[in-house]
């Protein structure tokens, strides 16, 4: 028997016993699923009223676009994510009020924000105002030639599953961008007119007072504005109802947690009545507004001490994601469920950003090398049939995330390996139900897809 029938005899047999394996793993919803599809009431399309004369309109797109209605005309906050879905706020705003834009405030230059802009142009001369360094994020990627976070935005944000298995973002709703290419494939977007640098700049337009006020947190280029008539702070991406995202899996520099903590209590220190945030419905009552904004901040404070606490003691980010355990009060308040960012991201962000990547460990400065260490462990655990074994009764006992990591072992040594591609693919299928983290939960079923892909190509390559 040559290699190519030895190994889809064994393919067969194996894709059996995954189905079946797999299918009685996953009859009942996990509780995460659950609480993931609950979410989606969050982004339910409407236009909410948020004082006297500020509109939010949510679930258009995915991120919340607002309307501050002034005597001569509006002034928007945020345009959300394609010119398709501003285009439907804009005839629902004018429904409300029929006054022209004169101005767009951009909260920060991620591109969720800002391509709607062309749709509330209603002139030429609409200023369009952003904070020093706008788009930094994206512009010192490419500026060093860094392009891979687009692929894993795309995994990240799940434009690989189908409608079926997609839930939501966590944050947003479901979203497909209309071109293939990656999460930020859509609209082009318009240019700020006018940059302010300092800390808070207090601009009036339309009758309008309103002020700017520097938040570097999720972004260099954060900002919030503050309306002092109807006390309403719109945070951008600051805040949402979400453990937030400090560190985001498509891969991100580090974000400064120490200022995203200060820039919330800034807004605390206005004592809104409400609070828009970048994405999730706003939060309405001087009294709940100050409850969650004194969580959030003091959740993300109390996880960068800890953090900071055993880095000090010497711990490694895999021993301080076991030793740094959000308190019982945090880990129970639904907005801060890690529905989009992950807590243990966090924790391994604030290592790397301050020390870099060496652990600490000698034994991690001159690791082996992944097929080395493969070789080792496979031999350890018998040879390749059986670490294939093992991987099957890994499967069978529902450790999943060690069935991925062995699958891992075996494809070091042998890439083409199809049974542990498609093992690995059901490990992280699994591994995806169990997980709140909408962003994991994609990212998985992401790569379990391309996985049944590769495996799939092989085996038509295999054809006589
Ligand atoms: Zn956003």
Same mark, same amino acid.
């Given at each position: 028997? @040559?290699?190519?029938?030895?190994?889809?005899?064994?393919?067969? !047999?194996?894709?059996?016993? *995954?189905?079946?394996?797999?299918?009685?793993?996953?009859? =009942?919803? #996990? /509780?995460?699923?659950?609480? %993931?599809?609950?979410?989606?009431?969050?982004?339910?399309?409407? +236009?909410?009223?948020?004082?006297?004369?500020?509109?939010?309109?949510?679930?258009?797109?995915? #991120?919340?676009?607002?309307?501050?209605?002034?005597?001569?005309?509006?002034?928007?906050? &945020?345009?959300?994510?394609?010119? /398709?879905? =501003?285009?439907?706020?804009?005839?629902?705003?004018?429904?409300?009020?029929?006054?022209?834009?004169?101005?767009?405030?951009?909260?920060?230059?991620?591109?969720?924000?800002?391509?709607?802009?062309?749709?509330?142009?209603?002139?030429?001369?609409?200023?369009?105002?952003?904070?020093?360094?706008?788009?930094?994020?994206?512009? #010192?990627?490419? $500026?060093?030639? +860094?392009?891979?976070?687009?692929?894993?935005?795309?995994?990240? =944000?799940?434009?690989? %599953?189908?409608?079926?298995?997609?839930?939501?973002?966590?944050?947003?709703?479901?979203?497909?961008?209309?071109?293939?290419?990656?999460?930020?494939?859509?609209?082009?977007?318009?240019?700020?007119?006018?940059?302010?640098?300092?800390?808070?700049?207090?601009?009036?337009?339309?009758?309008?007072?309103?002020?700017?006020?520097?938040?570097?947190?999720?972004?260099?280029?954060?900002?919030?504005?503050?309306?002092?008539?109807?006390?309403?702070?719109?945070?951008?991406?600051?805040?949402?109802?979400?453990? !937030?995202?400090?560190?985001?899996?498509?891969?991100?520099?580090?974000?400064?947690?120490?200022?995203?903590?200060?820039?919330?209590?800034?807004?605390?220190? $206005?004592? !809104? @009545?409400?609070?828009?945030?970048?994405?999730?419905?706003?939060? *309405?009552?001087?009294?709940?507004?100050? /409850?969650?904004?004194?969580?959030?901040?003091?959740?993300?404070?109390?996880?960068?001490?800890?953090?900071? $606490?055993?880095?000090?003691?010497?711990?490694?980010?895999?021993?301080?994601?076991?030793?740094?355990?959000?308190?019982?009060?945090?880990?129970?308040? &639904?907005?801060?469920?890690?529905?989009?960012?992950?807590?243990?991201?966090?924790?391994?962000?604030?290592?790397?950003?301050?020390?870099?990547?060496?652990?600490? @460990?000698?034994?991690?400065?001159?690791? *082996?090398?992944?097929?080395? /260490?493969?070789?080792?462990?496979?031999?350890?655990?018998?040879?390749?049939?059986?670490?294939?074994?093992?991987?099957?009764?890994?499967?069978?006992?529902?450790?999943?995330?060690? =069935?991925?990591?062995?699958?891992?072992?075996?494809?070091?040594?042998?890439?083409?390996?199809?049974?542990?591609?498609?093992?690995?693919?059901?490990?992280?299928?699994?591994?995806?139900?169990?997980?709140?983290?909408?962003?994991?939960?994609?990212?998985? +079923?992401?790569?379990?897809?391309?996985?049944?892909?590769?495996?799939?190509?092989?085996? %038509?390559?295999?054809?006589?």
């Amino acid at each position: 028997m @040559n290699m190519v029938v030895k190994i889809r005899s064994l393919v067969l !047999p194996v894709l059996m016993s *995954l189905g079946f394996v797999f299918s009685s793993a996953c009859n =009942a919803e #996990s /509780e995460q699923t659950r609480l %993931l599809k609950q979410r989606n009431a969050e982004f339910n399309k409407e +236009i909410i009223r948020v004082s006297d004369r500020v509109y939010t309109a949510v679930g258009y797109g995915v #991120s919340p676009v607002s309307m501050i209605v002034g005597a001569k005309g509006l002034i928007i906050v &945020d345009t959300g994510i394609s010119v /398709e879905s =501003a285009k439907a706020i804009r005839a629902d705003f004018r429904k409300i009020v029929d006054k022209p834009v004169k101005a767009i405030v951009f909260t920060h230059g991620h591109p969720d924000h800002i391509k709607g802009g062309a749709a509330f142009m209603d002139t030429p001369d609409v200023q369009v105002w952003a904070r020093t360094d706008f788009g930094h994020e994206q512009h #010192s990627l490419a $500026e060093a030639g +860094i392009s891979i976070q687009k692929r894993r935005g795309a995994m990240q =944000a799940g434009f690989l %599953l189908s409608a079926e298995q997609r839930i939501n973002n966590g944050i947003a709703k479901a979203y497909w961008p209309k071109r293939k290419g990656g999460v930020f494939a859509v609209d082009k977007s318009i240019a700020p007119s006018h940059i302010f640098d300092t800390d808070r700049q207090t601009i009036t337009i339309a009758g309008i007072d309103l002020e700017l006020v520097a938040a570097t947190g999720e972004t260099h280029d954060q900002l919030y504005v503050w309306l002092p008539s109807d006390r309403v702070a719109f945070a951008g991406d600051n805040f949402y109802k979400s453990w !937030p995202n400090l560190y985001a899996i498509r891969g991100t520099p580090y974000r400064d947690i120490r200022s995203w903590a200060n820039a919330i209590d800034s807004v605390l220190q $206005e004592q !809104p @009545n409400a609070v828009v945030g970048g994405h999730t419905r706003p939060i *309405l009552g001087k009294k709940r507004v100050k /409850e969650t904004l004194t969580n959030f901040r003091d959740a993300i404070q109390f996880l960068f001490d800890k953090t900071v $606490e055993g880095i000090n003691k010497g711990l490694t980010p895999n021993q301080l994601v076991e030793y740094v355990q959000l308190p019982k009060k945090y880990r129970d308040l &639904d907005y801060l469920r890690p529905y989009y960012g992950n807590p243990q991201w966090a924790i391994r962000a604030i290592f790397g950003g301050y020390l870099g990547w060496f652990d600490g @460990n000698a034994t991690s400065l001159f690791p *082996l090398s992944d097929k080395q /260490e493969a070789e080792r462990i496979v031999a350890l655990a018998g040879g390749m049939e059986a670490t294939v074994k093992q991987v099957d009764n890994a499967m069978r006992t529902e450790d999943y995330q060690w =069935a991925a990591q062995l699958c891992d072992h075996i494809l070091a040594i042998t890439p083409n390996h199809q049974q542990a591609m498609l093992y690995k693919a059901d490990a992280l299928t699994a591994l995806a139900d169990k997980i709140l983290t909408a962003t994991a939960r994609n990212y998985y +079923i992401s790569s379990a897809i391309q996985l049944r892909k590769k495996s799939q190509k092989i085996s %038509l390559s295999q054809e006589p």
